[in-house]
């Protein structure tokens, strides 16, 4: 990675949290983690944009919850045994991620790190903030939170849609 996103993930090293969605692996940076708990049913928030849910109450305080296959234009969770719900924070702003499985963590050094395909970013894909380069396994996404909000917000608006 170059530049600013570089600087945005570390010196030397980034710790990343990974979970699975539709058979992909996905993560984030875990300093934008709180907590994963197990998945738990979603109450539906009445005229919530499309992306959202429902909210959950991790006790006493009450997230809204987004399930990231549809955010990513891909299906649905499997609320199995090995669902969960990924507690995020950004800007002082919780949300829960329902994804099919937490996996693990990953420290990796950032040359491992490369940015999306070129191709991708021009066409106006921003969900995936980097791509982790590892030997003999499939590359992890690493997610970009703020785009992921950013979605929220636009399914809101009439008229327009969702695009990661």
């Known amino acids: 990675m170059q530049g ?18 539709q058979g992909s692996l996905y993560a984030l940076d875990v300093s934008q983690l709180r907590e ?14 499309e992306l959202i849910e429902g909210v959950v109450d991790l ?3 009450v997230v809204p919850v987004i399930d990231l296959a549809r955010a990513l234009g891909r299906g649905a969770v499997e609320t199995g045994a090995r669902a969960r719900i990924v507690v995020t924070e ?36 921003g969900a995936t903030r ?7 396994a499939d ?18 608006l009439p008229g327009q849609e969702v695009s990661t």
């Open 36 to 49: 994963v708990v197990r998945w738990q049913t979603v109450t539906p928030l009445p005229r919530a944009p």
């Open 4 to 21: 600013a996103s570089q600087a945005a993930f570390g010196e030397n090293r980034v710790t990343l949290g990974c979970f699975e969605v």
């Open 90 to 125: 950004i800007d002082g702003l919780v949300v829960g991620l329902s994804v099919d499985a937490a996996i693990e963590v990953l420290s990796i050094d950032v040359s491992l790190m490369d940015d999306p395909p070129a191709l991708a970013v021009q066409a106006g894909y």
């Open 59 to 61: 006790r006493g305080t």
């Open 139 to 156: 590359p992890v996404m690493v997610l970009s939170l703020e785009h992921l909000l950013e979605s929220v917000y636009r399914s809101a």
């Open 130 to 136: 980097a791509v982790v380069r590892r030997a003999g």
